[in-house]
């Protein structure tokens, strides 16, 4: 196997990816200011809509596992271009886009206008800001200069923060300074200068030559999306990811000891899991012929939580490594964006017959 140092690293990460995640803990800490610098007040408010897509959304995943069932009112993430319908004037809608010009999130925020909503929006700028400021709705300022999917703290404790502002759920400040510290011990442990046999490093080897499925459960759930997306778009690696104990009820099945195309892992959070499901990633494992089972840290769910975000941002950065693979390359996605940015193809007209 290749080496997974800082050098090797560094030769694939001309534009510092690894930096970026080993300042996660900065950036929960960051994250915090910002939102206390945007002034926002407390709101009553009957729930919570985030509105996000790929690296902006998925704080708002994150953060309403964090926060567990401490939410006393619905806490909705919404992914697409429409808000739900019985969204209105009782509702705060947070919405979320690193860059301010997410078509589906400036769709959103139309939506949430007509709708009443209290609006708030945390954004480094683009068109999404511009329509804030002419509607004097509060902007959380995002730092400029990264890759949306490396912002994913802020995304986080801007939905965390947002939430208790309006009244949904109790404040974790106190949790997320925790995970920060907890983070900084992690990042010198499973970062680009520790041994070949670190944990993160070793579950990159193990999974490079395959096809990884990520399983979570509870807490762990939305951090198994993460673990994929990240594979995804780091390693330009196609990777899935499913939950438990859903999973026991049809993709079991699908598994055959035999097949060496498909890596599993499984994500563990061996505090606030129900017993039923420990037992569950015990018997799946066995049965679909083994998994690379893998245990949150921490104390609180905030920590428990961010240390697999951190763990699942370095394995994908090792991946892209083993791969020699430019982890802010994402080419298929820019082609995405620029075809749809010329609007729908034009079609020829078919006369009546």
């Not at 140092?5 to 990816?17: F, L, R, S, W, Y």
């Amino acid at each position: 196997m290749a080496p997974l140092d800082a050098a090797a690293v560094a030769a694939v990460d001309p534009t510092g990816q690894a930096a970026e995640i080993l300042d996660l803990p900065v950036h929960l800490r960051d994250a915090q200011w910002r939102v206390d610098s945007a002034g926002l007040r407390p709101r009553e408010s009957a729930g919570l809509v985030i509105a996000g897509m790929g690296g902006s959304g998925v704080g708002a995943l994150l953060a309403q596992a964090a926060l567990g069932d401490r939410a006393t009112r619905p806490i909705v993430p919404v992914r697409d271009y429409t808000l739900p319908v019985w969204v209105d004037e009782d509702w705060t809608v947070l919405l979320s886009s690193y860059s301010g010009v997410t078509e589906e999130i400036l769709s959103c925020w139309e939506a949430a206008k007509a709708a009443g909503a209290h609006r708030l929006v945390a954004s480094t700028g683009g068109e999404l800001v511009e329509r804030a400021r002419a509607d004097n709705v509060p902007v959380i300022p995002l730092p400029g200069g990264f890759q949306p999917r490396a912002a994913v703290a802020y995304s986080t404790v801007a939905a965390l923060e947002v939430a208790a502002l309006a009244g949904i759920a109790p404040s974790v400040r106190d949790e997320v300074e925790a995970a920060a510290t907890l983070l900084e011990g992690l990042a010198a442990e499973w970062g680009p200068d520790a041994s070949e046999d670190s944990e993160a490093k070793a579950l990159a080897a193990a999974i490079s030559s395959y096809v990884p499925v990520i399983s979570g459960a509870g807490l762990t759930e939305p951090v198994a999306y993460r673990w994929k997306c990240q594979l995804n778009e780091n390693a330009g690696r196609p990777a899935f990811w499913s939950t438990l104990p859903e999973l026991d009820h049809n993709e079991i099945q699908g598994w055959d000891p035999d097949d060496d195309r498909f890596s599993a892992v499984f994500l563990e959070d061996p505090v606030d899991t129900h017993k039923r499901v420990l037992r569950r990633f015990e018997l799946t494992a066995e049965i679909i012929g083994g998994a690379h089972r893998v245990t949150a840290r921490g104390e609180t769910r905030l920590e428990r939580l961010m240390s697999l975000v951190h763990l699942g941002d370095l394995v994908s950065l090792y991946v892209a490594t083993l791969d020699g693979a430019d982890p802010a390359a994402i080419p298929s996605l820019r082609r995405l964006k620029s075809e749809l940015a010329q609007g729908p193809p034009e079609r020829e007209h078919q006369p009546a017959e």
